[in-house]
């Protein structure tokens, strides 16, 4: 199934990560404030807003087998994006 998350998610220092024992989804709506890291280990996290993602300055990663989607037609912050795995 799928998680969708309209408020905003403030974990001070802290980081989120996407993972669980199955894939499934998550969707961030809201502009989030937290400043750790933002990591998807497993299934999708999709962003509908261009601070989604939380802080910047920590940036992002993708594990090999994980997705990030983009949606909204908005602009994204500029933010570190790793991405793991083969094509």
Do not use: C, F, P
């Not at 403030?10 to 400043?35: H, Q, W």
């Not at 509908?48 to 993708?62: I, P």
Request: charge should be negative.
């Amino acid at each position: 199934g799928t998680l969708s998350v309209n408020d905003a998610i403030s974990l001070g220092n802290g980081s989120l990560i996407k993972g669980g024992a199955s894939g499934g989804g998550v969707i961030l709506n809201a502009a989030n404030s937290y400043t750790g890291t933002t990591s998807v280990t497993i299934g999708t996290l999709q962003i509908s807003n261009a601070n989604a993602l939380g802080s910047t300055t920590a940036g992002t990663t993708v594990t090999s087998g994980a997705a990030l989607t983009l949606t909204g037609g908005v602009t994204y912050a500029a933010e570190a994006l790793t991405l793991n795995g083969s094509t």
